[in-house]
């Protein structure tokens, strides 16, 4: 009898187990599958992406030699076909070297249209802020109140890298549209406030005494000193990131490998 209670258990336990693996496999079968894809698909990825940075790098460095050698339709050409690429390291800083060369030949609209696009392209703040704050200052003393305090306002942030420079650029602009008050309240943190470049502290210093005294038209040669460009940024790759300088920045001309 207890034979009999025996085999009769054993095969409710096989058919238990049957029903199971009938349930659960198919299930572990689909888990594994999308397992497998997704880790083929992310190694694609990755080689796609390392494939599109290199191609990248030997446009930009093809670009940055024909520059070298004076020949800006090449280099335009050249950064163009770097901008095109899927790395979009090496996009924002090839669509900052055709904005150098744009305000080499005067073509300023030109140049802050790819500024803002290479701020848009780039992932790290300090050639993002950078784009964006030099397309402001082809713009300081053109652009209305309201497009330039949207353009300049995020760039004073706490944690922004060219945060003193943005706030200057911000005042001057106020100032020029007629906002002393404003402005000034601005500049006066400048001359307070510390990790503020000495020759932007002095600038706010000048300022300051502008607006007091009422004599503060004479700003317009504030704003030339303060909205000088660099002739052509020579621009490093995102990953050497330069602590934040008394300028929009520049940086090194050899490429490194960017994604």
Do not use: C
Request: no cysteine; proline share 5%; net charge negative.
């Amino acid at each position: 009898m207890v034979d009999v209670f025996e085999q009769v258990e054993e095969e409710l336990r096989s058919e238990r187990y049957k029903r199971l693996a009938r349930t659960w496999l198919p299930i572990g079968a689909g888990v594994g599958a999308i397992a497998l894809i997704s880790a083929l698909g992310w190694w694609g990825y990755q080689t796609w992406q390392t494939n599109e940075a290199d191609k990248a790098s030997v446009a930009y460095q093809r670009g940055i030699e024909a520059f070298t050698a004076g020949n800006m339709d090449q280099a335009n050409t050249a950064f163009g076909e770097a901008a095109d690429t899927a790395s979009r390291g090496y996009k924002a800083l090839a669509l900052m070297q055709q904005a150098g060369i744009a305000v080499e030949q005067g073509k300023n609209e030109e140049a802050v249209r790819l500024f803002d696009e290479a701020a848009k392209a780039g992932r790290d703040p300090i050639i993002a802020d950078g784009a964006a704050l030099k397309a402001a200052y082809l713009l300081v003393d053109k652009g209305s109140l309201e497009d330039m305090t949207k353009r300049l306002e995020p760039l004073t942030g706490e944690k922004r890298p060219y945060r003193a420079l943005a706030q200057e650029a911000l005042a001057t602009v106020q100032l020029l549209h007629n906002k002393p008050t404003e402005a000034r309240e601005t500049f006066v943190q400048l001359q307070l406030g510390q990790d503020v470049p000495q020759t932007v502290r002095q600038r706010a210093v000048v300022a300051v005494q502008l607006i007091d005294s009422g004599t503060h038209g004479a700003v317009r040669k504030i704003v030339d000193e303060a909205a000088k460009l660099p002739a052509q940024p020579q621009m490093a790759a995102p990953a050497a990131a330069p602590a934040p300088a008394e300028s929009a920045p520049t940086a090194q001309a050899q490429p490194a490998q960017a994604q």
